[in-house]
């Protein structure tokens, strides 16, 4: 199977929406209920990620990863930080989603789309980039550690009508590690 990973397109939003909560089904399971999980909405996250397409920001970057046979089976996106919440990230760029079909995870994807963003997060100079991660999910964690992030604080987060405990991971961006 080829997997490419390009620039997503306006035309790619509803693989983007599909691929969004079939990885939130897929990543979260274990960590949130399923009514919870079965509540989300392909309709709802197109509405969401086309208003990204409508209000572009040319600090961030948005790939995708795709197959001939399945069309999008991954997407990861990133720019400035978006909130200085009670727990802040110590970042000035933000990685804000990154997700996989559980089908083509541990093959190399997960890791181009990230370096992706990275890189271009990097060329934009930014000092560094940040992500919030579940705290029970430690396949996630690894991924980001392996990847090179630091774990930081902890959070609590109501998510979908559950409280959950997030971790913050802090990426070191390669213009600035000199």
């Known amino acids: 199977m080829t997997i490419v990973v ?25 960590f949130l209920s399923a009514e919870s999980l079965a509540g989300l909405s392909v309709e709802e996250r197109a509405r969401m990620w086309r ?4 209000q572009p920001d040319p600090r961030a970057r948005l790939l995708v990863a795709e197959t001939a046979e399945d069309g999008i089976v991954g997407f990861a996106r990133g720019g400035p930080v978006r909130s200085k919440g009670a727990v ?3 970042t000035d760029a ?3 989603a990154i997700y996989l079909l559980d089908k083509v995870k541990r093959q ?4 181009r789309l990230m370096t992706g963003v990275l890189d271009h ?4 100079e930014f000092l560094a980039a940040g992500l919030w991660a579940l705290k029970e999910n430690l396949s996630a964690r690894r991924f980001y550690e392996a990847l090179g992030g630091i774990a ?3 959070q ?3 998510l979908r009508g559950q409280t959950v405990i997030e971790v913050a991971y802090r990426f070191a961006l390669a213009s600035n590690a000199a």
């Open 156 to 158: 609590p987060l109501e």
């Open 6 to 30: 390009r620039e997503a397109l306006e035309a790619d939003v509803e693989g983007i929406a599909r691929v969004h909560v079939q990885g939130w089904r897929e990543s979260y399971k274990d």
């Open 121 to 124: 997060l990097s060329q934009q």
């Open 51 to 54: 208003s990204t397409f409508a």
């Open 152 to 154: 930081g604080p902890e």
């Open 88 to 90: 802040p990230l110590d």
């Open 108 to 111: 190399g994807i997960g890791r």
């Open 94 to 96: 933000e990685i804000y």
